[in-house]
């Protein structure tokens, strides 16, 4: 089961649970869902490639290369960590 390290927390990933709602019950704060409003913006310090592929609304969003946004990432296929700031 994947890990997430969070800033200073960590969980597992259950089966069929996608990796956003992970973040959201270590803290990470939603707002449009959609890729659009950046309150999910987050850096992958470790693990990057264990993510599903960047979206479109992603690649569209003005993010470094070791950013991703929390509610675009659907899949998880090992251990990640992740910076989050809060807005
Ligand atoms: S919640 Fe708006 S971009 Fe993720």
Redesign the pocket.
């Known amino acids: 089961m994947p890990k997430i390290t969070f800033n200073d927390k960590t969980a597992d990933v259950p089966d069929g649970e996608n990796p956003y709602e992970t973040f959201e019950k270590l803290g990470m704060?939603?707002?449009?869902?959609?890729?659009?409003?950046?309150?999910?913006?987050m850096k992958v310090v470790n693990g990057m490639e264990n993510f599903n592929s960047k979206t479109e609304?992603e690649n569209d969003?003005p993010l470094e290369d070791d950013e991703r946004?929390?509610?675009?990432c659907f899949k998880l296929n090992d251990d990640v960590e992740i910076e989050y700031d809060e807005w």
């Open positions: 704060n939603f707002s449009c869902f959609n890729g659009i409003c950046g309150t999910c913006k609304e969003f946004l929390g509610c675009q």
